[in-house]
């Protein structure tokens, strides 16, 4: 950064600072916000603080009009600070929203499916369960059976869980390391999965040898999905601040 734009970045800061003290509680609120959300772009700093001029003034104008910055904008506030950060810095959304969108679909979708495959399961044991007690006083053979059921539920969940996520997370730069490690997680939970299933598979005999490593080409194909979690968490990382 030259001499001439720190200079200029230090004015602009200093018009800012000043002219949010004009603002009432709710824009300032607002203006805070927007500003939160646009640092998280890779902006620079004399960018940044010219987005905030513009804020800045638009609140102040609001404010005379005797409406809210947010009631003057007429659109989500995220929305009008896309538009306006492309048009200064000529940034559109990061690509890592996309990969979080594409994560949080497919870690929704097998969830649900999951989800309802295990209360399938679950309950056709009961089921078959509470009926062979009634007519024999045994259930231990359908144990193993209602705990997978169970196991399976639980897998259905987290992954619902971790598409939502990814989903909501996507929308909000701000929440990158809470994506970031939704995405560690989910991408730890599924390799240690499919080392098991592996594990398994090696140790069934009665399989063809070919069938065995179709089955663990494809399973480390599915991991292409954490990664995605991770590395769309990873680019969505807010902006450090430096100039």
């Known amino acids: ?20 003290q004009i603002l009432n509680k709710e824009n300032r609120k607002t203006l805070h916000k927007m500003m939160k959300y646009v640092r ?23 404010q005379q009009r005797g409406t809210s910055l947010q009631a003057m904008l007429g659109e989500n506030p995220r929305k009008f600070c896309d538009e306006i950060i492309y048009s200064i810095g000529g940034i559109k959304a ?18 649900v499916i999951a989800i309802v495959d295990g209360l399938i399961a679950f309950f056709t044991d009961l089921i078959v369960a509470a009926g062979d007690f009634l007519n024999t006083g045994n259930t231990s053979l359908y144990l193993a059976g209602l705990l997978t059921s169970l196991w399976t539920l639980a897998i259905g969940i987290f992954q619902y869980i971790a598409g939502k996520k990814a989903y909501q997370y996507a929308k909000d730069i701000t929440k990158a390391k809470l994506a970031l490690r939704w995405g560690v997680s989910v991408l730890a939970f ?4 499919i080392i098991l299933e592996l594990i398994k598979m090696f140790d069934t005999s009665s399989l063809p040898l070919g ?21 769309g968490a990873y680019r969505n990382r807010p902006h450090s601040g430096t100039p």
């Not at 690509?95 to 969830?111: F, M, N, V």
Request: hydrophobic content about 45%.
């Open 94 to 111: 990061p690509g890592g929203r996309k990969l979080l969108h594409i994560a949080g679909c497919y870690y929704q979708i097998i969830g």
């Open 211 to 231: 069938l065995i490593l179709f089955s663990g080409m494809l399973s480390i194909l599915f991991l292409i999905f954490p990664i995605l979690y991770v590395v």
């Open 190 to 193: 599924d390799f240690i999965y």
């Open 40 to 62: 998280t772009f890779p902006l620079k700093s004399i960018e940044i603080e010219q987005i905030r001029r513009d804020l800045t003034g638009m609140a102040i104008e609001a």
């Open 1 to 20: 950064m030259t001499a001439n734009t720190q200079d200029l970045r230090n004015t602009l800061e200093a018009q800012n600072f000043q002219d949010e």
